[in-house]
């Protein structure tokens, strides 16, 4: 280590380039055109695609790392499935296949969850770790989503009673998972949008995988669901560790959102 210079550097300096830097990504955080819940594999999914259509996306995580169920593989196993035709988007963001049967691949869960989350970065999307969700925005006649609640995590999980920011986006995707979290709350505080969460019925991985592609999509004005989320929301089996579903839900997902608001351009929502 003879001779390294290190650039010196005090600790008020560091303070105020942390506060500084995070104050201007928030003021921009604020207003945004797209909101994911959750940086599990459909939500990193769906900010990818959304982020390279040139919207501005931000994913929201509770936790502080990406990734969500992958990092589990098949009961902790470091390995998922993926088949086809979700290999296409594996392959898109440089995941690593071994093909183990026609159209059956397997892929480690450290390299799914680092390419996924690297993809979406690239891509231009905006992953803050560390703050949950817990709420949405709303605006009547007509009944419609245009935002989300936030709060930090630890601050949530202190128990504290401390108000939280809005961040207002012109579609909120609910990616949260088996617990359908945004949609439960939105049933619960928005009767009018008459959202019924069903909860996710027992194991049959082929229909679940076709299902949950076919559930992703629009719940309300402003609103969408993919992922499991997705199936927690209609009733639809669990797959287990086979992740194309997620992968093809979170691009549908961000399809129907392009759409969507290119069509709205200029448009008040
Ligand atoms: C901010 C939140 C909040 C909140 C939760 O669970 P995930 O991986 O979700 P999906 O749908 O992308 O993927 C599901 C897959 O991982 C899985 O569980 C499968 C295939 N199961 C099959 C089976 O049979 O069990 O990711 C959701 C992410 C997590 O990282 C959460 O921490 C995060 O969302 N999250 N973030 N605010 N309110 N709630």
Wanted: overall charge neutral; aromatic content about 4%; hydrophobic content about 45%.
């Amino acid at each position: 280590m003879d001779g390294l210079k290190l650039k010196e550097v005090d600790e008020a300096t560091i303070t105020r380039l942390i506060v500084k830097d995070a104050a201007d990504d928030w003021m921009g955080l604020a207003k945004v055109d797209v909101a994911v819940v959750g940086a599990g594999p459909s939500g990193l999914t769906a900010g990818m695609y959304l982020a390279k259509a040139g919207l501005k996306t931000v994913i929201f995580e509770r936790r502080l790392s990406t990734g969500g169920g992958i990092g589990g593989g098949g009961m902790l196993f470091h390995k998922l499935v993926v088949q086809s035709p979700a290999d296409r988007i594996a392959r898109a963001v440089g995941c690593g296949l071994k093909e183990v049967g026609e159209g059956l691949y397997t892929a480690d869960t450290s390299e799914m969850i680092a390419r996924l989350t690297t993809s979406a970065i690239d891509a231009g999307a905006k992953i803050i770790l560390g703050v949950s969700v817990n709420d949405l925005i709303y605006r009547k006649e007509p009944p419609r989503i245009t935002g989300v609640v936030i709060q930090w995590t630890p601050v949530i999980l202190s128990g504290l009673h401390v108000d939280p920011l809005g961040v207002e986006s012109r579609a909120v995707i609910d990616c949260t998972g088996h617990e359908a979290e945004v949609l439960t709350k939105a049933s619960k505080r928005i009767p009018e949008l008459k959202i019924h969460v069903k909860g996710e019925m027992s194991m049959w991985a082929r229909e679940a995988e076709r299902l949950i592609v076919e559930k992703t999509g629009e719940v309300c004005p402003g609103l969408y669901v993919a992922g499991m989320a997705a199936a927690t929301l209609h009733g639809t089996p669990r797959m287990g560790p086979i992740f194309g579903g997620m992968l093809l839900s979170g691009e549908k997902v961000a399809k129907l959102i392009i759409e969507r608001l290119e069509n709205r351009i200029g448009q008040d929502l």
